[in-house]
């Protein structure tokens, strides 16, 4: 990779770093860790190593949200 991209990806996640904290800081109403995110990389990684935390979650009234990312290499002809 070349150096100037590495320092451009190192500014963009500091940058967005810098945002969530601020944006933080700015809602002191709302309480935090009221929602949870759960990113995974294979469809059914969610229910297979994640579930029971994912119940708990939303057993303590939390939002619960999974977001899949996966390229469809599991799938045929993809």
């Keep these: 990779m070349p150096p100037t991209l590495l320092i451009f990806f190192i500014s963009a996640f500091c940058y967005c770093l810098a945002r969530l ?3 933080q800081r700015a809602m002191p109403g709302r309480a935090r860790g009221q929602r949870t995110l759960l990113v995974v990389a294979h469809p059914d990684d969610e229910s297979l190593f994640f579930a029971s935390y994912l119940a708990d979650a939303a057993h303590a009234g939390r939002q619960v949200h999974v977001l899949c990312l996966s390229t ?5 002809g993809a």
């Design 72 to 76: 469809g290499e599991g799938v045929a």
């Design 21 to 23: 904290l601020r944006l």
